[in-house]
């Protein structure tokens, strides 16, 4: 399974960008998938998963609320909607998938990783 991530982009504060994650594939269905983020000097987070089916979401406290993620199976892309930026939001932001389907939140639980793509938000 390789992962592309794209959507990313300067933006200003109380602005929304959508992230996709478009997956090579059709087993990708079957995973977990993830957003995760990492700031210059900082670890890469967790930030949202969704189940296969995507009936179970969860996110970090710092943007439940904000951030919504979706995932289209029929389309092998899965989605990362912000909302609210802040400028602590401003990271690389990473699209991941779980092959074991768990419902993880650290970066061990993933097996598969996209390449990134750049939010920065603006004050």
């Known amino acids: 399974v390789q992962l592309q991530a794209s959507g990313g982009g300067l933006v200003q504060a109380g602005g929304s960008l959508r992230l996709s994650c478009a997956a090579s594939?059709?087993?990708?269905?079957?995973?977990?998938a993830g957003w995760f983020r990492q700031a210059p000097g900082k670890e890469r987070e967790f930030v949202a998963g969704?189940?296969?089916?995507?009936?179970?979401?969860y996110y970090a406290d710092s943007v439940k609320g904000r951030f919504t993620i979706s995932r289209d199976n029929a389309q092998n892309t899965v989605y990362l909607q912000m909302n609210s930026l802040k400028p602590e939001d401003t990271a690389v932001y990473y699209c991941?998938?779980?092959?074991?389907?768990?419902?993880?939140?650290?970066?061990?639980?993933?097996?598969?990783w996209g390449q990134g793509t750049l939010v920065t938000v603006s004050s």
């Open positions: 969704i189940s296969y089916s995507g009936s179970t979401r």
């Open positions: 594939g059709r087993t990708f269905s079957s995973y977990t």
């Open positions: 991941a998938g779980d092959r074991y389907s768990r419902l993880g939140r650290t970066t061990n639980n993933y097996d598969y």
